[in-house]
């Protein structure tokens, strides 16, 4: 599962670090230790100076739907940081909102409140005109397989008991030498047809072909092994035989949110995202407009899907 809390403190930081002067640091999820032992972590530190004068600040973030808005005893915690730690500024982000209590406290102490609201299309229309990605996927549905090997005969006999012995044809049987992952015979027959080139003359709008091709696993650093109860069985070539295609989906905007201060009302940026699989791996994609300046920045990023296996 995704660690919520580090993707709000690296959406507010990479907005920050827009609106930084160059010269300025920007650090996330800082420690500071005595003596070697941990004393306090710190969301996001920004350090810099401005004339001959050095500033150091510190943006604190909670992402905790399930309690409420923040509590009055979060904002004494953090004046309570500023002191001891010497910040210049506190700036308190939250995406359940403030309490009244918490909102004044901030107010009377000068810690700065943001809050991350979700937001609609109407607030983006102006900047951002698509409502849809269309993501082109290679597609290989295998159908036949046969896998030579060059071992001693027990190894071979280990290897036929475990193929027979497979309850699920996805299994991920296949080791990767160079990748150090698991994968299974369909995966195998996709990364071939696609190193051989085989999608090239597919119609990109949805055709398909049918294909047989023998992929050969000539380097040690880059073949397949099967473990079996004797030992690793090293593969020298497959014979793949099935249906390739090329697909195309649809992905619709998954989130739009905006980074806005709670004593003004200013919005200072929009994110738009949109979140899609492919193979084990969930991919995000998101835009993110700076109000003050008009500049957008593209993010993408890949996290392993919590239902792999």
């Known amino acids: 599962m995704a660690n919520t809390g580090k993707l709000l403190e690296g959406f507010v930081a990479q907005i920050e670090k827009a609106l930084l002067p160059n010269k300025f640091t920007i650090t996330t999820n800082d420690k500071l230790f005595t003596e070697g032992t941990p004393v306090a ?8 100076k401005i004339g001959s004068t050095n500033f150091k600040w510190l943006i604190e973030c909670r992402d905790r739907p399930s309690q409420g808005p923040v509590p009055g005893e979060w904002i004494e915690q953090l004046f309570g940081r500023r ?39 109407s607030q983006i229309s102006d900047w951002f005109k698509v409502q849809e990605m269309v993501l082109t996927k290679s597609n290989a549905m295998l159908e036949s397989v046969e896998i030579n090997i060059d071992d001693t005969d027990e190894k071979i006999q280990a290897l ?11 299994e991920k049987i296949l080791f990767s030498t160079e990748t150090k992952d698991f994968c299974n015979l369909a995966t195998a027959f996709l990364l071939a047809s696609q190193s051989a080139g085989l999608f090239t003359d597919i ?30 069985v090293r593969i020298k070539d497959i014979l793949f035989g099935g249906v390739l295609k090329i697909i195309l989906e649809k992905i619709p905007i998954c989130d739009i949110k905006k ?25 995000d ?25």
């Open 41 to 48: 972590e710190f969301d996001i530190v920004i350090a810099g």
């Open 83 to 121: 002191d001891r730690f010497k910040f210049d500024k506190i700036i308190a982000v939250s995406t359940t909102g403030f309490s009244d209590g918490a909102a004044k406290y901030a107010k009377d102490k000068g810690i700065e409140t943001r809050e991350i609201k979700e937001a609609d299309l």
């Open 259 to 283: 980074y806005e201060s709670t004593q003004t009302g200013n919005v200072i940026a929009t994110e738009t995202s949109f979140k899609f699989d492919v193979g084990d791996n969930q991919h």
């Open 203 to 232: 119609d990109p709008k949805g055709g398909s072909k049918r294909v047989k091709l023998q992929a050969q696993y000539t380097n040690d650093k880059s073949c397949f092994l099967i473990k079996t109860k004797l030992g690793d």
């Open 160 to 170: 036929s008991e475990l193929l027979l012995s497979l309850r699920n044809p996805d």
């Open 285 to 309: 994609v998101s835009f993110i407009r700076i109000e003050d300046t008009g500049q957008t920045i593209v993010g993408v990023g890949t996290t392993k899907r919590t239902d792999s296996s």
